[in-house]
């Protein structure tokens, strides 16, 4: 529908041409379902007011009955050996963009919360008319972000047995309750374009059952279409095309009964079924002729067809060529006959092949076809099968080349600190891998290897063992990661590595896994929880320079850089910097580094920009011996001696309540961790633990002795010891103060120094370390503003006990005491531990500060910003 004075700026194509504009068929990774507010299905055109489905990798929002008539037009990310290209152009989407939308060539509004309207890149991000995005030039060069962005043309990634959904490594869900094969719901959810069960029908209409073939009638999936009782056999014909989106000449279909026993029957009894069919105008259904309950669309047997073929390489001046087939045409003479219509008539036609392509939307499906198969008696078969299939089925001629099968898998979740062969025989007792065609090709000391197959079936049976095999009692986890091709980086691409906790910050992470997934390529976006940093770090091994972004918490920022400090060796670019998104509860670190207190929902595309804009600065790394063992005047009753091991530190190190805080606070999200999503719920925990303790005293400094720089420093009387790198600890105190001392150097985070306070209680610190950021006033706030357990140092009222200063420290535990890392408890058995600098500094990106604002930040060079994407 369109106003008449509109029409001038509509060019749509329905769902059943849309199949045929595709360029590269690329499958779309439906996440699960949701409430996606003013947003349109793309087939229908129709608002989503019911649970829908959305690719995570591009902007199409669809109904779930709507799913099988959807075409495979996502973004191509990747080359996979088919379409192979260096120069990309705009990938559309048509409507669903923000209402102040404006039109990159008329500068007009193009955008609309009434209908679908307007387009938009899904690379670059400019959005128009349709009818003016003909004016732009077809090349896209990315926009804003094209120097984050990794190229797609620069990736390689052959998947001929993998769904995009293990390629992009995206988690499956319960809710994708049907694959690529089983496209559609079930029959009694089928309900056509109305995603409403239709009320009983009046007196004068009923309600058909409508397939589309023999394949929707072996699941019971049809449509229900509501008709006339007396109208004529082309009225419901024409309805019944209509209601699977088939806009061919209805005079080359026919509708044939369907007997009720033959729902289940086999393929004979569903060709022969019904074969006098509904073709005549004197068949019209009065009240009293019999009614069926099904009836299946059939193509009418055609003595030749106009074909379309498409060429298998993108660099050919036109985009298919049409042939006409008929019964002696075999695909030999197929071949033959468009080869020169392609330019490649110069060329031997035994070195070319006719390639079948299922365009289905949630994958693609390609077939080589055999030189003396018949191409018409082909066509008859498939439309007998499904019109939906044949409507998204093409024909490619492509080289006959042999594909050199290459698949990189990792391996995750092994015993760390083996041998490249103690690790191949490992996965060979587990797994029974194959020497022929399985290879170690990395070996990381953290417990994980990257396999290379040679072999597609192998690869993919050995991706769908290892998901559900596990190595002493530890499940393995299993990834499809793609080559970078780094020689073929522009010169000025610096692509970001990006790592969510799709856990942190009260589930916005996974929010913003999916909006990154759509700004950038998804290949540079993983999810920590699915096999942690390793497998980001590997892929970009060779990647000469590039940035990284870490979303969650202040924990989650120190695996991040731990896993960097144990890959740095492998890496091309040693020392890239690293940004912070804050999704955790304090984010002491991301407050220093002005990435703000916490994720409170700003536009993901603007948090990319201020990334690309944030300035280099240095921070010192601490390492932590922790060495537990029997010795003189050590208590080891309480816990049994621990071996030595080594933890790092970016923040700062508590002893003490600080950590018994911390301790408390991760086992009541261990116990219950379905509350723990939102940071106002642990806030509140925090609280409630506090006040608890606040009465609690241990005489720390009894317990621990502590040595600075190799001289022994007595302590003060104290209940909590901590250790700190940068001005903000427990949500934003500053525990060292700003009040000058001569006996201190002014601290920095890059000063090769720790600062070493003391606290002598909740009432002095905190009631717990993270929780205090929202609720703190100011400096100059009376103690009565506070709650009780707030503490001194979270108010402002005074600072900790300025202890010590130094690079080294050696802290003997004479008893079993809560420790905390950057936020991350446990209790430590009594001995020693050592803390000294962690080698080279680390390079971390500080947001700038705050310019004038002249103008909105856009995405596209010129382009409006879009709406943020994560809702």
């Not at 056999?233 to 279909?253: H, I, K, M, T």
Request: hydrophobic share 35%.
């Amino acid at each position: 529908m369109s106003h008449e004075k509109c029409l001038r700026h509509v060019k749509t194509a329905c769902a059943g041409v849309a199949p045929s504009l595709v360029r590269v068929p690329v499958a779309h990774c439906f996440g699960p379902r949701g409430l996606y507010k003013r947003k349109f299905c793309a087939v229908c055109r129709k608002g989503l007011e019911a649970p829908a489905l959305r690719c995570e990798v591009c902007e199409l929002h669809i109904h779930a009955d709507c799913v099988p008539f959807a075409c495979s037009d996502c973004r191509q990310c990747h080359q996979d050996g088919h379409h192979d290209h260096d120069t990309y152009h705009h990938h559309w989407r048509e409507g669903n963009l923000p209402l102040g939308a404006r039109c990159e060539v008329c500068r007009k509004t193009c955008g609309s919360s009434d209908v679908l309207a307007g387009v938009r890149c899904e690379w670059c991000g400019i959005q128009a008319h349709s009818l003016c995005s003909a004016v732009l030039a077809p090349e896209c060069t990315f926009g804003r972000l094209r120097s984050m962005v990794l190229p797609p043309a620069c990736v390689r990634l052959l998947s001929r047995n993998f769904s995009k959904m293990h390629c992009f490594r995206i988690a499956e869900t319960a809710a994708l309750e049907l694959g690529d094969g089983d496209d559609g719901v079930d029959g009694s959810a089928a309900l056509g374009p109305g995603r409403d069960m239709p009320a009983t029908p009046e007196s004068s209409k009923q309600t058909l059952k409508i397939f589309d073939g023999n394949d929707t009638v072996r699941r019971n999936h049809f449509h229900l279409v509501t008709v006339p009782r007396l109208a004529r056999s082309e009225e419901v014909l024409e309805a019944a095309l209509r209601a699977y989106y088939v806009s061919e000449d209805p005079g080359d279909f026919e509708l044939q009964e369907l007997p009720l026993p033959s729902l289940a029957g086999d393929d004979q009894t569903l060709g022969k079924a019904g074969s006098g069919g509904l073709a005549e105008e004197d068949s019209g259904r009065g009240s009293g002729s019999h009614e069926p309950e099904a009836w299946v669309i059939r193509a009418r047997p055609r003595a030749q067809e106009v074909l379309k073929i498409y060429p298998g390489w993108l660099k050919v001046g036109v985009a298919y060529v049409s042939i006409r087939v008929t019964s002696q045409s075999t695909v030999r003479t197929v071949v033959l006959e468009v080869l020169p219509l392609l330019g490649r008539q110069a060329e031997d036609p035994e070195s070319f092949q006719l390639v079948e392509v299922l365009m289905g939307s949630r994958q693609v499906q390609r077939m080589v076809l055999a030189d003396e198969e018949p191409l018409l008696e082909r066509l008859w078969d498939i439309r007998q099968t499904s019109l939906r299939q044949a409507s998204q089925t093409r024909f490619y001629v492509v080289e006959s080349r042999a594909m050199a099968p290459h698949v990189s898998l990792f391996v995750g979740g092994l015993p760390p600190g083996l041998s490249p062969q103690e690790y191949g025989d490992l996965l060979h007792e587990a797994m029974t891998t194959k020497a022929a065609t399985v290879s170690v090709s990395h070996v990381y000391s953290q417990g994980a290897v990257v396999l290379d197959v040679t072999c597609f079936a192998e690869a993919e049976r050995l991706y769908m063992l290892g998901r559900d095999t596990a190595v002493h009692g530890q499940p393995l986890t299993t990834l499809v990661l793609p080559d970078v091709l780094h020689t073929k980086l522009p010169s000025d691409c610096c692509p970001l590595l990006v790592f969510v906790n799709p856990k942190s910050g009260g589930l916005k992470g996974r929010d913003l896994l999916c909006s990154f997934r759509k700004l950038l390529n998804p290949h540079q976006v993983f999810d920590l929880t699915n096999g942690g940093p390793l497998p980001g770090f590997h892929l970009f091994a060779q990647v000469p320079c590039f940035r990284v972004l870490v979303c969650g918490g202040d924990g989650t920022v120190g695996w991040v850089l731990t896993a960097l400090e144990e890959t740095r060796h492998h890496l091309a670019c040693q020392e890239p910097s690293v940004a912070i998104l804050p999704l955790g509860t304090g984010n002491d670190l991301g407050r220093v580094l002005r990435w703000g207190a916490g994720y409170s929902g700003e536009d993901p595309f603007s948090m990319l920009v201020s990334v690309d804009e944030a300035d280099a600065v240095l921070m010192d790394r601490w390492t932590i011996l922790l060495d537990a063992h029997k010795a003189a005047g050590i208590d080891n009753n309480v816990v049994d001696a621990e071996p030595p091991k080594i933890v790092q530190m970016s923040n700062y190190c508590g002893i003490g309540i600080d950590a018994e805080l911390s301790l408390d606070f991760h086992q009541a999200r261990e116990e219950e961790p379905g509350k723990f999503t939102s940071r106002f719920h642990n806030k509140g925990v925090y609280v409630r633990v506090g006040l608890q303790k606040i009465s609690h005293s241990r005489g720390l400094h009894k317990e621990i002795r502590l040595q600075v720089e190799q001289r022994e420093v007595e302590l003060p009387s104290i209940e909590g010891l901590i250790f700190i790198n940068i001005p903000s600890w427990g949500s934003g105190a500053d525990l060292w103060g700003s009040d000058s001392d001569s006996r201190f150097e002014k601290p920095r985070m890059d000063d090769g120094l720790l600062e070493v306070v003391g606290v002598t209680g909740v009432v002095h610190m905190v009631s717990a370390r993270p929780w205090a950021g929202s609720c703190a006033t100011p400096r100059r706030a009376k103690p009565a503003s506070h709650p009780p357990c707030q503490g001194q140092v979270q108010g402002g009222l005074r600072s900790g006990i300025r202890i010590a200063q130094g690079s080294y420290f050696r802290v003997t535990l004479l008893k079993a005491t809560p420790v905390q890392v950057d936020g991350e408890p446990w209790v430590q058995a009594p001995g020693h531990m050592i803390i000294s600098a962690a080698g080279p500094k680390v390079h971390m990106l500080r947001k700038a500060k705050q310019k004038p604002r002249k103008a909105a930040v856009t995405r596209g060079d010129a382009a409006p910003a879009p709406e943020g994407i994560a809702k």
